[in-house]
């Protein structure tokens, strides 16, 4: 794995962003991200964006290697993110409707990082975006919903569209139930079940490749 590391100006914005990635698996996914981009120039896909906060690496390893970051997120929050649940934040409500709505606080975060132009912000569903992209990618990061039904529709959705050099990157992977959700565990195991291998481990977040 390349030691590529951000410039000190994006991983400022990175840390003042919203968002829940600490900044060593930041930096392993940026490292991820700026070598597959570099090894096929290719496109870097992230599903669940939230507010931007790993998007701004995503983005700036995309403009490296003169390609784009695509974001592919409903924008209207994952499960533990709804009301009464532990990372509800009130202030991404949108009062109009009542729903969840990260999608301004994520394009403001793009616009003060200087990268919206390396970003394809694709808003809707994972599994019926996926269902009609053709093309082929150099990193598919796995970052959303961490029920069953949704880490595994991200992996059987993305994962096909993977280059020969692509990585596959998966977040919030807790061996340990006490640690958190199993889901993205699960898919993790089903990965390398299926032909991948590890990479790179940096505290929950992995890294793999088809072997």
Same mark, same amino acid.
């Given at each position: 794995?390349?030691?590529?590391?951000?410039?000190?100006? +994006?991983? /400022?914005? *990175?840390?003042?962003?919203?968002? *829940?990635?600490?900044?060593?698996?930041?930096?392993?996914?940026?490292?991820?991200?700026?070598? #597959?981009?570099?090894?096929? @120039?290719?496109? =870097? =896909?992230?599903?669940?964006?939230?507010?931007?906060?790993?998007?701004? =690496?995503?983005?700036?390893?995309?403009? /490296?290697?003169?390609? $784009?970051? %695509?974001? +592919?997120?409903?924008?209207? @929050?994952?499960?533990?993110?709804?009301?009464? &649940?532990?990372?509800?934040?009130?202030?991404? $409500?949108?009062?109009?409707?009542?729903?969840?709505?990260?999608?301004?606080?994520?394009?403001?975060?793009? *616009?003060?990082?200087?990268?919206?132009?390396? $970003?394809?912000?694709? +808003?809707?569903?994972?599994?019926?975006? #996926?269902?009609? &992209?053709? @093309?082929?990618?150099?990193?598919?990061?796995?970052?959303? @919903?961490?029920?069953?039904?949704?880490?595994?529709?991200?992996?059987?959705? &993305?994962?096909?569209?993977?280059?020969?050099?692509?990585? %596959?990157?998966?977040?919030? +992977? *807790?061996?340990?139930?006490?640690?958190?959700?199993? #889901?993205?565990?699960?898919?993790?195991?089903?990965?390398?079940?299926?032909?991948?291998?590890? $990479?790179?481990?940096?505290?929950? =977040?992995?890294?793999?490749?088809?072997?």
């Amino acid at each position: 794995m390349t030691d590529a590391r951000p410039a000190p100006g +994006v991983l /400022a914005a *990175f840390e003042s962003a919203t968002g *829940f990635m600490p900044v060593d698996e930041g930096l392993a996914l940026y490292a991820a991200a700026h070598q #597959a981009a570099a090894a096929t @120039g290719l496109p =870097l =896909l992230e599903i669940g964006s939230y507010c931007g906060r790993s998007a701004i =690496l995503l983005a700036d390893a995309a403009r /490296a290697a003169g390609t $784009v970051a %695509l974001t +592919v997120d409903h924008h209207r @929050g994952s499960e533990e993110q709804q009301p009464g &649940w532990e990372y509800h934040d009130p202030e991404l $409500v949108d009062p109009a409707v009542g729903l969840m709505d990260t999608l301004p606080t994520f394009r403001r975060t793009l *616009f003060r990082a200087g990268l919206e132009d390396h $970003v394809v912000a694709l +808003v809707g569903r994972s599994p019926q975006i #996926a269902a009609v &992209w053709g @093309g082929q990618l150099a990193l598919v990061f796995i970052d959303g @919903g961490h029920t069953d039904e949704h880490a595994t529709g991200d992996y059987e959705g &993305w994962a096909p569209h993977l280059a020969a050099q692509g990585l %596959l990157v998966i977040h919030d +992977v *807790f061996p340990d139930p006490a640690d958190g959700g199993q #889901a993205p565990y699960r898919v993790y195991l089903r990965a390398l079940a299926e032909g991948f291998g590890e $990479v790179s481990v940096t505290g929950s =977040l992995r890294v793999l490749r088809r072997r």
